[in-house]
């Protein structure tokens, strides 16, 4: 599904992105990407799926940190 209109960005892009490169920012997902912010009207879907991505890997990875506990 396309998140990002501006830059044609798909949630699987998005994703793709952070599980490889582990971005930690928005604007780090932008850049992976090979685009930038424009209207900005996905910053939230890509920062919910960052947290998605991130928080599984953290559950995997970790056993029993607050972070793990709080997804
Ligand atoms: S929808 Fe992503 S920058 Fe506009």
Same mark, same amino acid.
């Given at each position: 599904?396309?998140?990002?209109?501006?830059?044609? =960005?798909?949630?699987?892009?998005?994703?793709?992105?952070?599980?490889?490169? &582990? +971005? &930690?920012?928005?604007?780090?997902?932008?850049?992976?990407?090979?685009?930038?912010?424009? !209207?900005? &009207? !996905?910053?939230? +879907?890509?920062?919910? =799926?960052?947290?998605?991505?991130?928080?599984?890997?953290?559950?995997?990875? !970790?056993?029993? !940190?607050? &972070?793990?506990?709080?997804?």
């Amino acid at each position: 599904m396309i998140i990002c209109s501006c830059n044609v =960005l798909s949630d699987q892009d998005v994703r793709s992105a952070v599980e490889a490169e &582990r +971005t &930690r920012s928005i604007s780090q997902v932008y850049g992976c990407l090979g685009c930038g912010p424009k !209207c900005g &009207r !996905c910053a939230l +879907t890509i920062r919910r =799926l960052m947290d998605e991505a991130l928080g599984g890997a953290c559950a995997a990875s !970790c056993n029993g !940190c607050a &972070r793990s506990s709080q997804s």
